[in-house]
């Protein structure tokens, strides 16, 4: 097991230099392809040339564990290139589209081996002597057919599927974090095609507190999406609206909270305001 640590350990730091690598960019995605490629290629050759297992459990933990981590990102490198050149190059919206597609498409390839996936994110074990040893190919459930043509002494039953559990995992962190850029993209688009009309002169001149009063008040009375908003999202909009940055708005809430007197003192004078318009308007 020596030489496979050290070719692990060789294969993960230089991983990680890629991961800290722009992952959009497809030079970068074939270095990460080509180093996973080379590395399985390595440990395939170190395998067939010494006996490198001491006991059934070390066969499990490479089968199940080590050769999925390479393999998994064999998969998720090759996909997610195959994804920058598929996309459409396009309006956001239809980007969007395209990347909500491709989740559910994820999804629904989780769902046909759901009951696999369930049994590594709950850390079984009960069945690894199957799935994880070599030579264990008459089965009387099914498993991964890709197996049947790969070499026998460099696969089992499951590693592959194995592979498919951490390449699932890589792919939806990834496209969810492209998902969300689009959809930021998409907002900002939206806000600069209305902006000059609405938020020319509209700067805040009160306190920054006082901002933070009136944001938590419209979210409890649930008057924006029926309380179902997210105060985030709301405080964003606020400060973007007024031009205005409201820095850490949660620990500002916490402040008002612990006022000894007066904790909706801003909310009171706009009360107290507005009366005194209507009363104002009502004597005219």
């Given amino acids: 097991m020596q030489h496979i640590t050290l070719i692990l350990e060789k294969y993960k730091k ?10 959009r960019n ?15 290629n390595q440990l395939r050759k170190q395998l067939r040339t010494t006996d490198c297992f001491n006991n059934q459990e070390e066969e499990i933990h490479f089968f199940k564990l080590d050769k999925p981590f390479i393999n998994g990102r064999v998969k998720f490198f090759s996909k997610v290139r195959r994804f920058i050149f598929e996309k459409p190059n396009a309006g956001i919206i239809k980007q969007i589209d395209y990347v909500s597609g491709m989740i559910d498409k994820l999804e629904k390839h989780k769902m046909r081996n759901l009951e696999f996936f369930q049994y590594t994110r709950h850390c079984n074990i009960s069945l690894d002597h199957i799935y994880f040893v070599r030579g264990n190919d008459k089965l009387d459930f099914p498993v991964d057919t890709s197996h049947y043509f790969t070499d026998p002494e460099f696969s089992t039953s499951h590693d592959n599927l194995a592979a498919q559990v951490i390449s699932y995992d890589l792919l939806s962190n990834y496209y969810q974090l492209e998902l969300k850029s689009l959809r930021k993209q998409n907002e900002n688009i939206i806000f600069e095609e209305i902006s000059p009309t609405i938020l020319n ?15 938590y008040a419209l979210h409890s009375s649930g008057a924006i ?55 104002l308007d009502n004597a005219k």
Avoid: H, P
């Fill in 14 to 23: 230089e991983l990680e230099q890629i991961k800290q690598s722009n992952l």
């Fill in 26 to 40: 497809l030079t970068v995605l074939n270095d990460g392809l080509n180093l996973s490629i080379d590395t399985l």
């Fill in 201 to 215: 002169g509209l700067s805040w001149t009160a306190s920054k507190t006082d901002l933070v009063e009136l944001i």
């Fill in 225 to 279: 999406r029926n309380g179902q908003a997210e105060i985030s999202k709301m405080a964003e909009v606020c400060a973007t609206l007024f031009d205005i940055n409201l820095n850490n708005f949660y620990k500002t809430y916490a402040e008002i909270k612990n006022r000894e007197k007066d904790t909706t003192k801003f909310l009171d004078l706009l009360k107290m305001s507005l009366e005194k318009r209507i009363d």
